[in-house]
Nanobody
Framework: QVQLVESGGGLVQAGGSLRLSCAAS????????MGWYRQAPGKERELVASFNSAGTPNYSGSVKGRFTISRDSAKNTIYLQMNSLKPEDTAVYYC???????????WGQGTQVTVSS
């Protein structure tokens, strides 16, 4: 099993910053990719940022230039630095670990990010 523990969410004013962390533990293995998703009320879960199998970060168009995904491989931890936050960034943010062979997704419990206008 894989456990993902997120932290760092909270309430911030528009224009502010937050940093999310996700620590992975358990049977992680090496053939996997990690990333961040979010789900706003009444909307589907969407990709925010992730690493591909080559280690290259990818971002959704709505956060590119404002958010930065990074990782500490030694700690099996990824981070999401969120700057210039907007009210539309308000959502529950989920950490994802995707094992590639065989394909399987693991999710964290989610952390709430609320951006006030």
């Amino acid at each position: 099993q894989v456990q993902l523990v997120e932290s760092g969410g909270g309430l911030v004013q528009a224009g502010g910053s937050l940093r999310l962390s996700c620590a992975a533990s358990g049977s992680i293995g090496s053939n996997n990719v990690m990333g961040w998703y979010r789900q706003a009320p009444g909307k589907e879960r969407e990709l925010v940022a992730s690493f591909n199998s080559a280690g290259t970060p990818n971002y959704s168009g709505s956060v590119k230039g404002r958010f930065t995904i990074s990782r500490d491989s030694a700690k099996n931890t990824i981070y999401l630095q969120m700057n210039s936050l907007k009210p539309e960034d308000t959502a529950v943010y989920y950490c994802n670990l995707r094992k590639l062979i065989p394909p399987r997704d693991y999710w964290g419990q989610g952390t709430q990010v609320t951006v006030s206008s």
